[in-house]
């Protein structure tokens, strides 16, 4: 006997995307490196293109008091890079914000 | 977390070892589980008034009250109102409208025997009504106390009864109820001032069940960093870890990829099929697809310079 799990997310939510609200799909990913010292580096990875990422940054740079850039990366698209742990901050920002939803957001790291 | 292994076989130990070691329960948080599992020490406790009271007091270290008390349900309890004995521990935890009553029943009993002892026949009265009350208790530990009487059941009686016609019709789940492992904690020290080892990290791929290989990727990920087996079988990460952030990690890792996603079980093979890791579970056949591990974008945070060098 073998179940296959029942996947919340839906298969389909690519096709069927931008329909009601502009909260993006797809996992919001929310990581931490280390760098020398106690210095840290916090990476946004999977926000849609469709947001204005300097934007993003601009005004999280602003909220969180740390530097701040995008990359751009061939693979994974556009990129927030972080000074410093902001995970914590990113994630309540961007839900407060209203770009992803909690459930989205996927903190990787210690 | 505290360094203790193995399975944790009686009941009063999984109170106190929740706590302070490792356990998988723990690590995925999982509240219901207590829950679920109280029931069932419900029906492996019963049997006597004196198995009772033990199971009284072990309750009261417990967080979970609740439940226990259900079977007195109130038109017994009321009409057994003068005394009720015995009950103290039960009575003074117990949430919600059942206290008051149980914590009266249980003071104005006090009080009888303790200021009228002069008079015989009401202390006789009293204890007559100590031993009817007791009857009760246990008659209504008897599953199935609504028999032939027309009130109505409670939620909890008929959880209690399903849950002995399942021990019933199980006598191999009576004995654990489900094994829980419990892992030892990662041993991690730092080496220099730039690496971290993690020493025991063969060991805890073994009691999970994994390939190091597997682990190793996930970790590597997770930590977003870069780091190798060496001789002596333990891990160098780069970068400095906290036994507690690796512990955290390896939480995740096992939520991920250890226990069943239907059933949480552990007992579980990890099988890649066509590119895909799929989790098959030993315990319930669930068979679910997992998460494939990917570290994703890694900002540069070496020297640049140096990049450049051995680019170029
Ligand atoms: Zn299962």
Redesign the pocket.
Known sequence: MSIQNLNTRDPFADAIKGNDDDIQDGLVHIRIQQRNGRKTLTTVQGLSAEYDLKKIVRSCKKEFACNGTVIEHPEYGEVLQLQGDQRENICQWLTKVGLAKPDQLKVHGF | MDAEDGFDPTLLKKKKKKKTTFDLDAALGLEDDTKKEDPQDEASAEGGAAAEEDNLDLESFGKKKKKKKKPFNMDEIEAAIPSFGGDDVAASEEPEEEEINLDMDFSMAKKKKKSKKKELDELFADQADDDKSEDKENDEDNSSTWFGSDRDYTYDELLKRVFEIILDKNPDMAAGRKPKFVMRPPQVLRVGTKKTSFANFMDIAKTLHRLPKHLLDFLLAELGTSGSMDGNQQLIIKGRFQPKQIENVLRRYIKEYVT??????PE?ILQKDTRLFFLQ??????RCSVASIKSGFQAVTGKRAAIRAKTT
């Open positions: 069943c996603h239907t059933c949480r079980s579980t579970c030993e315990s319930c056949g669930s």
